[in-house]
């Protein structure tokens, strides 16, 4: 189920909140210690749907003030109301859940443990320790600071499945996100979702319309196939927006989801034997590579890999970037015979040097700290490319027909940063790998001065693609993604 958290703050925004997610929301949770002055006769009669009632105290990350007496009467006027559930808090003792047991009326109980931080000791004993509670639905929530932390949500609701326990577990913020996502996948009962436009009653909930109509979320089985985008930051990626509706438009049983990671290792450890494939962006294109079984010859040329597909048990490596970028930027000139600068010395410039010298180009490599590119330049002409390493205070004395940008200058939220002055611009064919913003202050820079400009959303479709086609076995229309994410 879907339980959409309804968090007021005032009575009348709490009502608004309810008329607007009755349709995705399986149950109501009311935040009875978020609401001021919260009116239950009116939040239950406007529900008309099945409700939890919480009210959670300071102590457990909430946001009521007042003694155990008085919201024990508040969970209990909520009990005689007609709440479905009523959610204690496990830290709250066996005292308080005795008394709320002695007092309720129909009420089922979720004990329920919260901890904002990462610690998780022991999931085993935690979980044993809740079971003894007798409770209806057991939840846990924590906080996640990496995607590898999610594996205590995973054992948790593990651990329930085999005992036909009703169970609910959440790595909490960014790097938890699919926990949300992919409750069912692991037996669990229930996720929780936030009211468009509201504030999340925890950190990382995600908004109620795209986990039932993009991640469709309560469809996902233990046989669905999981994907998903693995990298750190992950805000700007727009894969969940483009690969979820693919899926639906060809009738896959499959979600995408993001995978916040910083460690790797512990991602590939943790998270990878859940996945049937993934897509790797910055910053661990490279260091992706010493994980797999097997690299293609693309992927082993470049260096770098930007996809990930499991076939027969094994994960083997890829790189859609390289074609996707050219294919870009030949759109408007063949890159045959001219002068290309690259900026950057990461996964998307190996990428873009290789393809680029590969069909003629005499490619340039630069960078903000040029012992980087300098090491580029090294690593690419083993592989048999003629890739040159240019100085910074060189730039502006050599003459480029292409200039690429690779490095993640003007990406969101550093909209106002370009990687070159304007003025080495004038009639070039500019292209950046950013997508987004679409537009990026070097494009703008680029087309005042009389530049042709390829924004990095054409190379992102064009790799997107080659993805999809590795996921699901067939390419999709590249005009039908552009509309998908809304890309004239």
């Not at 946001?63 to 909520?78: K, M, N, P, V, W």
Request: aromatic residues 8%; charged residues 25%.
């Amino acid at each position: 189920m879907i339980i959409v958290s309804i968090v007021g703050p005032g009575i009348k925004d709490a009502l608004a909140q309810i008329a607007r997610s009755s349709r995705y929301a399986d149950l109501f949770e009311f935040r009875l210690d978020l609401i001021a002055e919260p009116f239950m006769s009116q939040l239950f009669a406007a529900a008309r749907k099945g409700v939890i009632a919480t009210c959670r105290p300071e102590y457990e990350g909430g946001a009521f003030e007042g003694s155990e007496e008085d919201r024990l009467d508040i969970l209990d006027t909520a009990s005689f109301l007609g709440a479905q559930y009523v959610d204690i808090e496990f830290a709250a003792g066996g005292t308080f859940l005795q008394e709320f047991l002695r007092r309720k009326k129909n009420s089922r109980l979720i004990v329920s443990h919260h901890q904002f931080d990462n610690k998780v000791k022991s999931v085993a004993a935690l979980y044993t320790r809740m079971r003894k509670t007798g409770a209806d639905v057991l939840k846990f929530a924590y906080r996640a600071d990496d995607a590898s932390d999610m594996r205590h949500a995973i054992k948790f609701l593990q651990l329930a499945r085999r005992e036909n326990q009703k169970a609910i577990a959440i790595a909490m913020g960014e790097y938890g996100e699919a926990s949300r996502v992919l409750y069912k996948k692991f037996g669990g009962w229930a996720t929780f979702a936030s009211v468009d436009g509201a504030i999340e009653a925890a950190p990382g909930q995600i908004p109620m319309r795209e986990m039932k109509t993009l991640y469709r979320a309560d469809k996902v089985s233990p046989k669905t196939k999981v994907f998903g985008v693995v990298g750190n930051p992950l805000k700007q990626s727009k894969g969940i927006y483009l690969h979820n509706p693919l899926f639906q438009r060809v009738k896959k049983d499959a979600v995408y989801c993001r995978l916040q990671a910083k460690n790797i290792a512990g991602f590939m450890k943790h998270i990878a034997p859940i996945l049937n494939g993934f897509s790797v962006t910055i910053p661990h294109k490279q260091a992706m590579m010493k994980f797999l079984d097997r690299l293609d010859p693309t992927a082993k040329a470049i260096g770098a890999v930007n996809t990930v597909v499991r076939r027969r048990g094994r994960l083997i490596g890829t790189n859609t970037d390289a074609s996707g970028a050219l294919d870009a930027i030949e759109s408007k000139m063949r890159v045959s015979g001219k002068m290309m600068l690259v900026l950057g010395a990461g996964g998307a410039a190996r990428a873009i040097a290789y393809e680029a010298q590969r069909r003629g180009a005499t490619v340039f490599l630069a960078n903000r700290t040029e012992r980087k590119a300098k090491q580029l330049a090294r690593e690419l002409a083993p592989r048999g490319l003629a890739v040159n390493f240019i100085a910074n205070a060189k730039l502006g004395t050599q003459h480029f027909d292409i200039i690429a940008n690779a490095t993640s200058l003007g990406m969101t939220p550093h909209v106002n940063i370009s990687p070159l002055p304007k003025s080495m611009l004038k009639k070039r064919v500019v292209f950046d790998a950013v997508y987004n913003p679409p537009m990026t202050k070097f494009l703008r820079d680029a087309k005042s001065v009389g530049a042709e400009v390829i924004p990095g959303t054409e190379m992102y479709i064009n790799q997107a693609a080659l993805q999809s086609a590795l996921y699901v076995g067939k390419k999709p229309s590249i005009a039908l993604m552009k509309k998908i994410i809304n890309i004239s």
